[in-house]
Every structure is written in structure tokens, then in C-alpha cells.
């Protein structure tokens, strides 16, 4: 009872404070960060990383300062976003190139003539885009959550926030959190937004970490203080950023009929020996797509293929995506049990880190498990 007293008691306070520092135009924490770093407690490195995918979005809509600050709450090791940019050149925490299924965009009958269609990797998409909207545009819109089965309170509350903001989060955290960013869609948003200086997404996203102070290889006392893993799906972008800095990068894997958006290569190219040889020279791991790792069949799990072998036998780690509690969601090898699940892939399939939108859940387990270790 007491808990919950507590969990509805921080729900309160940050609409409070979000919707105050949103409505004064400023961001919710100070940039930089002016927390000390010599005092918070460091990052956890002894089991798989928690990867609070696009916040605590299980419960708050996805990528919203809320999400953020109730995955730090809950235990996450890093808060993952998707960086893309806005049509004056600004980097923003979105994940899909249109804003359809997560904002309110559709209400906005100012925007109405703004939907349109792009072609994106190949696939004719019909919508409003992010990259035709300035920030200040973006930012009158409101935040919706995806899935309709999930909670819909919040609906209309939060707006989309910045690449500097969503750093603040990590940054004022009263622990050492990781961000983990991903170069979204680099292929289309290069095409559609253009810098003056001539420079690219790429370009934009490691100087914005630069600014706030993220280097160093991965466990390096730089990084230690302020830890980052680099996402992509698009290779080229990875090789791009590997001579502009050394946080450690992740190759993103889709699923098995999806092409790279840069290269178009299939799967099976990326996952071959010859080009996990070629592309750990500039990257540290891999982030599969799970159900590319070990298939399922009518809902039932196959055998699991020997991706996590290979990548670990050339030294790179594994983050599978994405990790989430419905039961349309969990095969039924797991009987409606995340725990069950979350077992399976990192003590039988032995994975490095996991995404998950249940940033509570995979903590709890993770503790739970560790306590009853140490019996």
C-alpha cells in the first residue's frame, strides 16, 4: 500500500513539473547537468544491461520526459531514444519518420496540409513527417501512447523532446545513468533535411555528445562517467561516426526480409562471418531483433540459431530487442511469465543487455535473482 502510495505520489510530481517547465518553454532539468558526479553511484557491470526502451513506454507514452524519469526510477541502466531532425535541423526523441501513431498531429487542423507521402526504404508511407515540422511546431503537438491495450491517461500531456533534453534526464539523474542513442533513419533524414554548413545527421548527433561530454571506448574511466552506446540499423553511418569518436557502437539487425536502408543487404549478408569480421571493426556488439535469434513457429520457439555464438566468438556483445510483458508479446514457451522469459534469454541464450518496455520489470527480476545467488 505504501509503494503504491509512492509510485502515484512521483506520477503526480512529475506531471506537475513536466507540465510546468513545458508550458514556461524550457526544459524540465537544466542543461548541463549541474549534479555532482563524484557522489552518484556508479553504473552497474556485472550482469546484462537494462535498456529502458524509449523510457518506461509500457507505461507512459514513448520517448516523454516522463517515460524517462519513471525508467530511471525503476532501475534502468540506460534510457534509449531514437534521434531524428526536425525541417530546421534540430534533433528530436522520436522514433517513427511520421508522427501518425504517437501524437496528436491528427487533431491539428493548422497541420492538416502537411500530410503527405515519402517513400521510406522502399515502401510508400502517407502521413505527417517529422522532418517537415520545425521544433517549435513538434513541440505544440502532444504525445500519445502506441498501443491502444496500454494505458491512456496520459494521452495529450507530454511533447516531444529534444536529443539535449532527453541527455538532461540521464545527466540529472542522482545515479550514473547510460543513454543509449540511436541514428534513425539517417537515409531519409538526410535526404529531407539539409544543414547549412553541409554537414549531416551523423555529424549533428556526435557533436551534440560532444557538447555534453560523452567519449572514451567502452569501460574506459571516460565512459564509466558518463556511459553511451551508439544504435544504428545502417552500416555506413556506423564506419561514418567511427572516425568523429570512440563510444562504443551497435549494429542494429531488423528482421529477416528487411533490407538495409543504406546498403540494401539482407539479413543474411549481415549475419554472415565475412561481414560480422568486417563490421566488428567498428563496432562493439550487435542488436538483434529477437525473434531473428531464435525463431518462433506458431508461437512456439524453434531452436535458437548460433548468432550469439558467432558474435561473441569475435568479441562482440549481444542486445536483443524488444522485451515486453503482454502476453501477445511473450510466446508460449514462457506461460504469460516475462520472468520466465527474461530467464531464458540471458542464462540459456546468454545475451549482454536486453530492451525492454518494462524497464520495473527486468529490474525486479534482476534483483531478485541476484539475492537468491548470493544465498
Known sequence: MEAA?????????ILVLYIGAAGAGRPL?????????????????????????RGANGEFPEETAPAYM?????????????????????????????????????????????????EVQGVN?????????????????????????RDQQYNGKFPIITFEEYISIALDADRVV???????????????????????????FVEMLQKYGYRGSYMSKEWLKQPCFIQSF?????????????????????????????????????????????IKDYV??????KDTVVPPKDNYLESATDLVARAHA??????????????????FDFHQDPYVEYDYWINKIGIDGLFTDFTGSLHRYQEWTSSVSKM
Open 5 to 13: 502510495a509512492l509510485s502515484r505520489g512521483f506520477i503526480i510530481l
Open 29 to 53: 532539468s537544466p542543461l548541463p547537468s549541474k549534479a555532482d558526479d563524484d557522489v552518484k553511484k556508479p553504473l552497474q557491470t556485472s550482469r546484462p544491461y537494462n535498456f529502458a526502451h
Open 70 to 118: 519513471k525508467a530511471i526510477k525503476e532501475g534502468a541502466d540506460f534510457i534509449e531514444a531514437d534521434i531524428q531532425a526536425t525541417k530546421d535541423g534540430i534533433l528530436v526523441c522520436t522514433h517513427d519518420v511520421n508522427l501518425d501513431d504517437t501524437t496528436d498531429v491528427a487533431e491539428h487542423m493548422e497541420f492538416a496540409d502537411r500530410r503527405t507521402m515519402y
Open 125 to 149: 508511407i502517407t502521413g505527417w513527417f517529422v522532418v517537415d515540422f520545425t521544433l517549435e511546431e513538434l513541440q505544440s503537438l502532444r504525445a500519445k501512447q502506441r498501443y491502444a491495450f
Open 178 to 204: 547510460g543513454i543509449y542513442p540511436e541514428i534513425k533513419n539517417p537515409v531519409f533524414v538526410n535526404k529531407h533535411v539539409k544543414w547549412s554548413d553541409g554537414k549531416k545527421l551523423e555529424d549533428r
Open 234 to 278: 545502417a552500416p555506413t553511418s556506423l564506419i561514418y561516426i567511427s572516425n568523429l569518436t570512440d563510444l562504443p557502437k551497435i549494429f542494429l539487425i531488423d528482421d529477416v526480409t528487411i533490407l538495409t536502408e543504406d546498403t540494401n543487404q539482407t539479413y543474411a549478408e549481415i549475419t554472415s562471418d565475412s561481414f560480422l569480421n568486417h
Open 284 to 289: 562493439m556488439g550487435i542488436g538483434p531483433w
Open 314 to 331: 569475435l568479441g562482440l556483445q549481444v542486445h536483443p530487442y524488444t522485451f515486453r510483458n503482454e502476453n501477445s508479446f511473450l510466446h
